[in-house]
């Protein structure tokens, strides 16, 4: 028989077993008892029994006994229940002398069959049939009949075996039946429980997902307006570097003036301000290289810096720039080296870019160091060069070595009054990058430690792996050493254009274009006709101030080059416009006094009459005063636009 209660245990997962769940509950026994006082009052009053309470009290007594240890011990309270039963009825029917409670001995059996298993109600069953046997005399004595003895054995062992055959096979699959029913169970509450963990996972998944989407859109949101701040901040860099230049020039021409031509003024310049003046002017000229720097700058970041390679020795240019801070060595009485390996070879760079870098380190040495000297190394290795300055100055402490490359960067134990800008080494480290080379400093903070600032670079720009084909050699080859090395060209896996620009204003738009082209410009036709038999070139490109001119120029090339790609375009020169006006000559700013002395002399002719035309009045005052230190006879009208000019 099955109990809610092992249902109900079932389904909260105790730790009973399922043949136990199966099993009938003492409780039933306990009812069975209670049952039985009853059954005892009932037979006393209707079959005359003795008036005698103590069989009832034992029969709930014994069912009291059987609910508490129950609750303990639930398997000595179900041998306990069987053997109590055994001896209710066998007291039941001596005692109270009524024979006909003798059949229910068949009942412990199946009892025990209900609360244990089979096995315990055939040991139940042997152990009755013991008793009966050994009880026979007594049971004779009591009334029982020795038929219904025997019958009471045969019906119990048959129900047995009746049990046995007829409700095994069905206990069997009740209990595998139970027990699935419990994994299934146990499986269902392990689904439903992984069910809310997937469904709060894929509710976590997708919060995470719209979170990340979310900050996709915001970190290209604010890397767009990065770029467009790096972007603004290159020109402005650039458009304010100008603008300073344009002021910045009216006061070096000024300043020139005055030292240079101090007697054009009416009155003599006294010796202190002419000392000032000169201060004016190192700290102006100190000013323009800062605003160049700045510009070389804002066009390394912004990826315009153009690069004019070349094979260069390097050589002249370290002695140059140890010869231009020499002065400031004899100053400090600084001894200087320089050690470059016989055999430096040239090196294929801008001269105009790496010559800065040098110049600049070996400043840089010169400024800092105020005890010892300096020393330049110039060495080679397989298909590098390594430029070194070393000095003894006191070094760089270590906290800023990670920042000494940064624009604007200084260290923090810079000595007073040799700090510069911040912006010569950053600009030096853009230069060698774009080189494909690296720069690099070794040094520690102590009197003389000194600092190396090393820099290197490739030989020779890369040449890319062409796949050859394996020739096919005949069985009768020989082979022969070679005498000596082949002379033969350096390839290179860049693009040649052949620039055939009579105006001579369209190369420099290809400036820019420097590290994936190579380019020559020449001024004639026939240059490049030349140039293209000597060296072949991939492209032509001809330029020439009119589209008329052009037609013919294309005809002739041609002729010249039948099998050359030929690019035309007439891409007139700027001063052109001005010269189709009338203007026979130009300056470029800044201009300075020298520059409008040649300017005139390059016309020929005697000049009475000069008419100046700016929109700044101070660029007025300043080439008023130029021209009249060239000349004082010369009679000079002003105008501050086009209109007032032609009036």
Known sequence: MITKAGISTLSSETSLEIDTDLRLSPSWIVAFLLLLGLLLVVTRDLFGAPNDNRMILLCYGLALLIWGVNRWWPMVARWLAIGTTISLIYLAFIYLNIPELYPLLIVPPLLATAVFTLSEGVITAVFETTLLLWLWPITINAGVASISIVLTVGVMWLILLLQSAVVRPLVEPAHWAWQHYHQAQKRLDESRDQKAELAQMQTDLNNAFETQKLLNERLS???????????????????ISHEFRTPLNMILGLIDTLLEVPEAYDEPIPPLLLDDLEIVQRNSNHLASLINDVLDLSQAEAGRLSLHREWVDLTEDIQNAVLVVRPLLEKKKLSVTINIDAEFPQVYCDRTRIRQVILNLVSNAARYTEKG???????????NITIRIIDTGPGIASQDLNKIFEPFAQGEQTPAGLGGNGLGLSISQQFI????????????????????????LPIAPPVPSLQQSTPRLREDWVWHERISSPKLPEISGKSRLMICDETSDLAPEFERFNDDIIWET??????????????????????????????????????????????????????????????????????????ISEALHRLNKPVKRILIVDDNPDMLQLLTRMLLI???????????NGTMALA
């Open 373 to 383: 000297g300096i020393s330049v190394e110039a060495s080679h290795e397989e298909n």
């Open 221 to 239: 949101a604010l890397h767009q307006i990065a770029e467009e701040a790096n972007q603004a901040k290159a020109v402005f860099a650039a458009k």
């Open 630 to 640: 060239i000349d004082r006879t010369y009679e000079i009208t002003k105008a501050t």
């Open 522 to 595: 020449v001024r004639t036709l026939p240059q490049a006709v030349q140039s293209l038999h000597e060296r072949p070139a991939h492209t032509l490109i001809l330029n020439t101030a009119t589209p008329n001119r052009l037609v013919s120029v294309i005809e002739q090339a041609r002729q010249d080059l039948p099998d050359m790609p030929i690019i035309g375009c007439a891409f007139p020169p700027k001063i052109d416009y001005a010269l189709e006006a009338g203007a026979v000559d130009y300056l470029i700013k800044p201009v300075r006094q020298a520059d």
């Open 433 to 456: 990058e774009r080189h494909n080379g690296r720069i690099w400093v070794e040094s520690q903070r102590g009197e003389q430690s000194g600092s190396i600032f090393s820099f290197s």
